[in-house]
């Protein structure tokens, strides 16, 4: 069972991969990330073969969407303390979910994030550095205000 100091350490620090590079639109953005081993995401999941879970890909997915989508006029930085400022947003729908491939520690991976204004959702897939799918999804996001 971690201790609450572990607990507070992954919220602060441990969630979010590091972002490599990323290529922006007003729409659609694609960014490489780095799923460090050090995530709090791979911790005990599972013991003999860490993984990141679905629900650490759908969180990253709505953390960079809220980060890049709702602060459009402002550059993101690459440190944690502005990742830490993107705008709070809960989810209110998840659909089209398919997980095909594990992404395990260390791999480098691509997140395309595409907002779809009218419908007011956010389409996110992740794969490989060569294009092959790891996962995708679609989110709808509400204000968590």
């Given at each position: 069972?971690?201790?609450?100091?572990?607990?507070?350490?992954?919220?602060?620090?441990?969630?979010?991969?590091?972002?490599?590079?990323?290529?922006?639109?007003?729409?659609?953005?694609?960014?490489?990330l780095k799923m460090n081993a050090s995530?709090?995401?791979?911790?005990?999941?599972?013991?003999?073969?860490?993984?990141?879970?679905?629900?650490?890909?759908?969180?990253?997915?709505?953390?960079?969407?809220?980060?890049?989508?709702?602060?459009?006029?402002?550059?993101?930085?690459?440190?944690?303390?502005?990742?830490?400022?993107?705008?709070?947003?809960?989810?209110?729908?998840?659909?089209?979910?398919?997980?095909?491939?594990?992404?395990?520690?260390?791999?480098?991976?691509?997140?395309?994030?595409?907002?779809?204004?009218?419908?007011?959702?956010?389409?996110?897939?992740?794969?490989?550095?060569?294009?092959?799918?790891?996962?995708?999804?679609?989110?709808?996001?509400?204000?968590?205000?």
């Amino acid at each position: 069972m971690p201790t609450k100091a572990r607990i507070k350490e992954w919220s602060e620090n441990m969630k979010i991969p590091e972002l490599i590079s990323y290529e922006k639109s007003h729409h659609h953005i694609s960014m490489v990330l780095k799923m460090n081993a050090s995530l709090c995401w791979f911790e005990g999941h599972f013991p003999n073969y860490a993984i990141l879970p679905a629900i650490a890909q759908i969180y990253m997915a709505k953390y960079f969407s809220a980060l890049f989508f709702a602060q459009y006029d402002q550059e993101p930085s690459k440190t944690l303390e502005q990742l830490k400022s993107a705008p709070k947003l809960n989810i209110a729908s998840l659909n089209r979910m398919k997980f095909v491939k594990p992404i395990e520690p260390d791999n480098e991976v691509i997140l395309d994030l595409t907002f779809n204004e009218q419908k007011q959702t956010i389409k996110f897939s992740y794969s490989d550095l060569n294009g092959n799918a790891f996962s995708q999804g679609q989110l709808k996001l509400i204000s968590a205000q």
